[in-house]
């Protein structure tokens, strides 16, 4: 009886472990990378009926590449899917992202003093920013991307647009909390750097931490309380001609290669 629970246990986390990993890309161009990666397994592909043109062909002709089928619902279907009706075309691929992990798994494998650079989002909810940061943090040649369950564009399964590519190919790393990423991170001896727009330390200017995760609010209210309270230091990008800020992923793109400069550059990290 106890081996049986221990297997049951086993293949329980093996189920949770695989739901993680879950991710749903949108909008043709990221679903047609997705498809063209056959390493990456697609479990499902949603089409709106009313959507045509050439884009949504080719997904199709991919699909039947690869002897998937294409389920075509109705638009609202793919549009609470991806939780962005503006930016989906219509077409949904849910797939699984072996680069999905926990964050203190990843975190045991990278001890100090490793360098390390990672992008944290605390309350950014827009799918299509959420796969810009993440394509952002993977093109800087960037550590990963920490995105908590907790104010992530998550209905069950992770939802990004904006690139496949990024998504999958990138570590995206998973926790409860923004606030319990930022203590698994002080405790791994990680500098948890919040963005801001006001008088803040240039992030041009000065030494950055070795050791490094950069936070990122959404832009209508900027990092939340509890996470603020637990940012070691503070940086800002300046900005000119009465720019008063950017968007999250124009923030994020600006930090994820400042970073990379400062190291001399680098590959996304997948140990």
């Known amino acids: 009886m106890a081996v049986y629970r221990r297997l049951r246990s086993a293949e329980y986390q093996r189920r949770v472990d695989r739901d993680e990993r879950r991710v749903r890309v949108f909008g043709t161009r990221a679903v047609l990378e997705a498809l063209a990666d056959r390493r990456v397994p697609v479990e499902r592909l949603l089409v ?39 930016h989906d075309q219509g077409v949904l691929a849910e797939v699984v992202a072996e680069g999905v992990e926990p ?74 909390t923004a606030t319990a990423a930022v203590d698994a991170l002080a405790a791994a001896d990680v500098t948890a750097v919040g963005l801001r727009a006001d008088d803040a330390p240039s992030l041009f200017d000065g030494d950055l931490p070795p050791r490094a995760a950069y936070v990122l609010g959404n832009e209508a209210e900027g990092l939340s309380a509890a996470v603020a309270e637990r940012v070691h230091a503070w940086r800002s990008i300046p900005l000119a001609g009465g720019v008063e800020s950017l968007n999250v992923a124009a923030t994020a793109a600006v930090v994820a290669f400042e970073a990379s400069r400062r190291r001399g550059g680098g590959t996304v990290g997948t140990t």
Request: charged share 20%.
């Open 48 to 86: 709106a009926r009313t959507a045509k043109g050439t884009a949504v062909e080719e997904v199709l002709a991919a699909a039947a590449a690869r002897g998937l089928r294409a389920d075509r619902v109705a638009a609202e279907k793919v549009h609470r899917a991806s939780g962005s009706p503006h």
């Open 103 to 176: 964050l203190d798994a990843w975190l045991a494998r990278h001890p100090a003093p490793a360098p390390v650079a990672l992008l944290l989002l605390d309350g950014v909810t827009n799918p299509a920013n959420v796969g810009m940061v993440v394509r952002s943090a993977a093109g800087a040649g960037l550590d990963g991307t920490v995105l908590p369950r907790a104010g992530s564009p998550d209905g069950g399964p992770l939802a990004v647009g904006a690139s496949a590519g990024g998504a999958l190919r990138a570590p995206l790393l998973r926790c409860a």
